[in-house]
């Protein structure tokens, strides 16, 4: 039996759909490089964004929300503080939210440590690197700060350990994309190597993500919609005259994505 099952563009289609067709509302707490292009991304796809990060408004803005991101980038005291109490809330009143623990591991303890605080209020989905993976896991990992220099192959054991272990799904992602809850597993190959090039794709796609999963009834497979969505976005992006056009054509394709993005 293979180990992950190829997630297919014609499965995505009904999960991209239902974000045209619901527009949730997606309450990103984010890392400050990459609000402005994560909002532009939840945009094309057909979600509403917005960045609420005050401690004092984060609990109440969970409560209307559809989704919750989570993204540990650039973690100072007030904004753990905020996410901390964002997630707890998500866990009260059930909204889905996404976890992205950017750049976890032993050498920078104090976003780990607060990565595993908000790993007790049971986020749905948790997006990151191979890298990132492992070392959540308490595993040796190789990265240099947010980038992985794991292979997603070697690291898909202990995503499927991680999923079980908290109840959650696993998005893991690189050359190979690995979507697990510890028992069904799916794989996406393709994408570009330029979306490893470009700010904010990977932190994107974890708001991508939450956006999927609002409202859904298969948060497993909305998930791997999100994925392919964007590696198959990064597959027809122009990159013709560069990373700039790059970065704005991203957000083309995913505006005009449809069934015949095959």
């Not at 990265?143 to 898909?156: E, F, I, M, R, V």
């Not at 697990?180 to 799916?186: C, I, L, V």
Request: net charge negative; charged share 10%.
């Amino acid at each position: 039996m293979p180990i992950a099952q190829p997630f297919q563009t014609a499965q995505a289609i009904t999960f991209i759909n239902h974000i045209k067709q619901q527009c949730p509302l997606v309450h990103c707490i984010t890392n400050d490089v990459v609000q402005n292009f994560t909002a532009n991304v939840l945009l094309a796809i057909g979600a509403s964004p917005a960045m609420i990060i005050a401690e004092q408004e984060v609990e109440s803005f969970v409560i209307i929300a559809d989704s919750l991101l989570i993204n540990i980038g650039t973690i100072h005291n007030s904004t753990a503080n905020s996410m901390l109490l964002a997630a707890k809330k998500a866990q009260q009143t059930q909204t889905p939210w996404v976890l992205d623990p950017v750049a976890v591991g032993p050498s920078l303890s104090y976003r780990t440590d607060i990565a595993h605080q908000l790993l007790s209020f049971n986020p749905t989905v948790i997006r990151g690197n191979a890298s990132e993976i492992l070392a959540l896991n308490g595993q040796n990992a190789s990265s240099k700060g947010p980038d992985s220099q794991d292979s997603t192959q070697s690291a898909l054991n202990t995503a499927k350990a991680l999923a079980q272990q908290y109840q959650t799904i696993v998005a893991m992602t690189g050359d190979v994309d690995y979507i697990t809850d510890g028992n069904t597993t799916y794989s996406i190959t393709g994408g570009d190597v330029a979306l490893t090039k470009v700010t904010g794709t990977g932190c994107s796609l974890s708001a991508m993500v939450a956006a999927f999963i609002a409202n859904s009834p298969d948060p497993l497979q909305a998930t791997a919609s999100a994925c392919l969505m964007m590696k198959k976005a990064g597959e027809l992006a122009n990159k013709q005259q560069g990373l700039g056009t790059f970065a704005v054509s991203i957000l083309d394709q995913l505006s005009t994505f449809n069934s015949t993005h095959e």
